[in-house]
């Protein structure tokens, strides 16, 4: 079975789908996802793979519904700004961040965020009878908005979820103090308001290069005394002791004993 990549929308991104030869990088394909049916550009070519359960790839799009495909795409700020219009007209406690066509116009979706539930049934009714197609109101998190919307993060460089992440993972306080990084709010928080996804990339190579080290709190032996261990330099692999005189000396790892 062979298989490549392709970038979907906004909020799916790239996928892994099972691919047919004849696909080629920068073709555009249908396929079937799960909200429904879908148009992306293949960003590989097939390759040999033993990963099961994919979703396939339906064929490559005609010229024409490549074509229609793009022509919806311009509809979609109309559906935004009447969709805007309906919840202001309702007072509803919903924020809209994105509308989309899928593929040959079958149905309209609207992404939104709210911090509670939210009665949108007369919104429905309303959406139906101006756009004829079927109509589906998906409430997002805060993370997925700021992957629709996009921004800069702390790095100066556009927020990976925009970028390149097509899920996220579980970010912990514990990943924050495992790096020895200022529990600094605006230093360790997204555009979203959530931990950085950033935080988890180096997790795993922390932990690997702290598995030698003593524990926080720990007594030691040093060549200048006793003592107890107050941080990590991980990256250094030097360990800051507190002496029982109550000064502090930083030494290699190498040169302490547990």
Not at 158 to 168: K, Y
Request: charge should be positive; glycine fraction near 8%; proline fraction near 3%.
């Amino acid at each position: 079975m062979k298989s490549c990549y392709v970038r979907m929308d906004m909020l799916t991104g790239v996928v892994e789908l099972e691919a047919p030869d004849e696909i080629k990088t920068g073709d555009y394909v249908i396929s079937e996802i799960d909200k429904g049916l879908c148009l992306g550009i293949a960003i590989s070519d097939p390759l040999e793979t033993k990963k099961e359960g994919l979703k396939k790839i339906m064929g490559k799009a005609t010229e024409d519904e490549v074509a229609q495909y793009f022509s919806l795409k311009e509809k979609e700020q109309y559906a935004l700004d009447f969709c805007n219009q309906k919840i202001k007209d309702m007072n509803l406690p919903m924020k809209l961040i994105w509308a989309e066509y899928l593929f040959g116009g079958t149905k309209l979706l609207f992404y939104f965020v709210s911090e509670s539930r939210v009665d949108f049934r007369e919104l429905v009714k309303e959406l139906a009878k101006e756009f004829k197609v079927r109509i589906e109101l998906r409430q997002v998190g805060v993370r997925d908005e700021a992957k629709i919307i996009g921004g800069l993060g702390n790095c100066g460089n556009v927020c990976c979820c925009r970028r390149f992440l097509n899920n996220f993972s579980i970010v912990s306080i514990k990943m924050v103090k495992e790096q020895s990084l200022a529990l600094n709010p605006s230093k360790i928080s997204g555009i979203c308001g959530r931990l950085m996804c950033c935080l988890a990339y180096e997790y795993g190579m922390y932990m690997g290069f702290k598995k030698d080290f003593p524990k926080l709190g720990k007594r030691i032996t040093t060549p200048q005394g006793e003592g107890k261990v107050v941080k990590h330099n991980t990256l250094q692999s030097t360990v800051t002791i507190e002496l029982d005189d109550g000064k502090e000396v930083t030494l290699p790892l190498k040169d302490i004993t547990t």
